[in-house]
């Protein structure tokens, strides 16, 4: 998975993107998502490293299989907070 991370001020926004999907656009009706590389193309990283990074996040972007499996598993997003587009996961988090 690719992990980028942002910081602004007080708030860590991490992105991470299953590495398969990079690059790419997916659509579904109105619902329309880019993986774009100017926004997920970080480091390689491992499952175990994106999560300590999502723990410290204020804000998660989360696309693919993986990146979303990895937050589910983990406690960090609910399934009820997933959406599909196209048959690719997508969550969002936000601590506050």
Do not use: W
């Not at 690719?2 to 999907?21: F, H, N, Q, T």
């Not at 996040?57 to 937050?71: E, F, H, M, R």
């Amino acid at each position: 998975m690719y992990l980028k991370i942002y910081k602004c001020g007080p708030e860590i926004m991490v992105a991470v993107c299953d590495r398969d999907i990079l690059g790419k656009t997916f659509s579904e009706g109105e619902l329309r998502i880019q993986a774009l590389e100017s926004f997920y193309k970080g480091d390689l990283v491992t499952e175990g490293v994106a999560v300590e990074a999502l723990k410290k996040a204020t804000i998660a972007n989360l696309l693919g299989k993986k990146a979303v499996s990895c937050a589910l598993k983990n406690g960090i997003i609910a399934k009820e907070n997933i959406i599909t587009i196209a048959g690719v996961p997508h969550a969002q988090m936000v601590r506050m």
